[in-house]
């Protein structure tokens, strides 16, 4: 079975402090992984995934994320925080024979000034 | 612009009414999917095609029917709409059936049931 857990539902960071944002994830099979950022009123954007390459995978926007097998985690980092990184964040399993999505519940990512 | 595109981008209806939303790709992709937001932004498949298709129904009450005229579309009709019903609906689309190929989302569309 596939599941994904976001470990916070809210983050809220000051500009140009990093950024980290939690996801866990089981799955039967070796899994695809992806993070998606919802802006508000708008449609997902792919911001990277990993699909049993490089474990360290760098997106757009400065992110990245690191593939650890033994603890099941697929965090999403940045180094600095833009107040344009305010947005909603998904984490996404997939099971690698199957295009079958399976979100998480999303991370609302808030950045002050 | 290549892209998933999705009309309307906001539909408000009455109980009972029957509505569809249309959904297209020209990414050249084979398989194009539907998906559920709620209100609790959790996000749910509810179909899939590949060719035109049905690959995945994930319980989703027979008043939702997808129609897929051919690759580059998938539209949703529904029935009898329902309060529960009101959701954002999104609309995506891959090359391929197999789990490392990503997954291109439409912008959305946001059904409100009165």
């Given at each position: 079975a596939q599941s994904v857990t976001q470990l916070?539902?809210?983050?809220?960071?000051?500009?140009?402090?990093?950024?980290?944002?939690?996801?866990?994830y089981s799955s039967s099979y070796s899994p695809s992984l992806f993070w998606y950022v919802q802006h508000p009123n708008k449609g997902l954007q792919l911001l990277l995934k990993y699909t049993s390459a490089a474990t360290l995978v760098k997106g757009i926007?400065?992110?990245?994320?690191?593939?650890?097998?033994s603890e099941t985690s697929f965090h999403l980092t940045k180094p600095s925080a833009h107040?344009?990184?305010?947005?909603?964040?998904?984490?996404?399993?997939?099971?690698?024979?199957?295009?079958?999505?399976y979100f998480g519940s999303g991370t609302k990512l808030n950045v002050k000034p | 612009d290549t892209a998933v595109s999705q009309t309307p981008k906001y539909l408000v209806t009455q109980m009972g009414n029957d509505k569809s939303i249309k959904c297209e790709q020209n990414l050249g992709h084979d398989t194009m999917y539907w998906y559920k937001q709620d209100s609790k932004k959790f996000l749910k498949i509810m179909f899939s095609y590949n060719n035109k298709e049905l690959i995945i129904n994930e319980t989703v009450p027979n008043r939702f029917s997808p129609k897929s005229p051919d690759k580059a579309h998938l539209n949703l009709h529904i029935n009898s709409l329902e309060l529960g019903d009101s959701a954002v609906y999104f609309c995506a689309s891959s090359q391929e059936l197999t789990g490392v190929d990503t997954q291109y989302f439409g912008p959305g569309t946001r059904l409100t049931v009165l």
């Open positions: 916070d539902s809210h983050v809220s960071v000051s500009e140009g402090t990093p950024v980290l944002l939690r996801c866990n926007n400065g992110f990245e994320a690191e593939f650890k097998k107040m344009s990184d305010a947005a909603e964040y998904f984490c996404v399993v997939s099971p690698s024979d199957f295009n079958k999505f | -």
